[in-house]
């Protein structure tokens, strides 16, 4: 089982960026499939993208596409998300989540099993 802490998160104005983290431990994080996801207030959690076990594979929402990128530090156990170019309709809790899933990509939430404690990222305009 592992254990996940979101990190990073924090108020930035318009065309910022933030660079969030979530350190593991309990189990490495190679295990896992790593993905993010974020809920605004009022709004369904919102898958945002995915790093493989691979390390290299990546899915990301089409609204993070050419702003976000994903990483991993092995050596730490820690994944990260950095965001670019940061928009208003960004403010949101991120959440670093690992799934233990059988798929490369996994999308939904419920292919998750483990989940980061939320760190909230306020996008001023």
């Known amino acids: 089982q592992v254990q996940l802490v979101d990190s990073g998160g924090g108020l930035v104005q318009a065309g910022g960026s933030l660079r969030l983290s979530c350190a593991a431990s309990?189990?490495?994080?190679?295990?896992?499939?790593m993905g993010w996801f974020r809920q605004a207030p009022g709004k369904e959690r919102e898958f945002v993208g995915t790093?493989?076990?691979?390390?290299?594979?990546?899915l990301y929402v089409d609204s993070a596409k050419g702003r976000f990128t994903f990483s991993r530090d092995n050596a730490k156990n820690t994944v990260y998300l950095q965001m670019n170019s940061l928009k208003p309709e960004d403010t949101a809790v991120y959440y670093c989540?690992?799934?233990?899933?059988?798929?490369?990509?996994?999308?939904?939430?419920?292919?998750?099993?483990?989940w980061g404690q939320g760190t909230q990222v306020t996008v001023s305009s």
């Open positions: 989540a690992a799934s233990a899933n059988y798929k490369l990509l996994p999308q939904r939430a419920v292919e998750y099993a483990y």
């Open positions: 790093l493989a076990r691979n390390g290299v594979s990546t």
């Open positions: 309990g189990r490495t994080i190679s295990t896992y499939a």
